[in-house]
């Protein structure tokens, strides 16, 4: 079992700029990818990045060159730095760990972006 914890979301201002935390525990294996996905009301939930365990990085359009992604293997977390925030940005976002075909999910922060 793997749990998620994710932390550092909030509310600001169009323009600003929030960094949302995920930290891993439990059976973590060397190799996986972690993620960020959000789903806004009503909407269906949308990959926004995600990190290999080699580093390699994709991002969704509507972030790329606003968003960045990273993880810290040693401490087993993932970032999303998230800058430029659109009121569009507003969502749910969840952590996602994937490895040997099992997917987990964290219980999701609020990032709500206002005008």
């Known amino acids: 079992q793997v749990q998620l914890v994710e932390s550092g979301g909030g509310l600001v201002q169009a323009g600003g700029s929030l960094r949302l935390s995920c930290a891993a525990s439990g059976s973590i294996f060397s190799f996986n990818i972690m993620g960020w996905y959000r789903q806004a009301p009503g909407k269906q939930r949308e990959l926004v990045a995600s990190i290999g365990s080699g580093g390699s990085t994709n991002y969704a359009d509507s972030v790329k060159g606003r968003f960045t992604i990273s993880r810290d293997g040693a401490k087993k977390t993932m970032d999303l730095q998230m800058n430029s925030l659109k009121p569009e940005d507003t969502a749910v976002y969840y952590c996602?760990?994937?490895?040997?075909?099992?997917?987990?999910w964290g219980q999701g922060t609020q990032v709500t972006v206002s005008p």
């Open positions: 996602n760990y994937i490895t040997h075909g099992r997917v987990y």
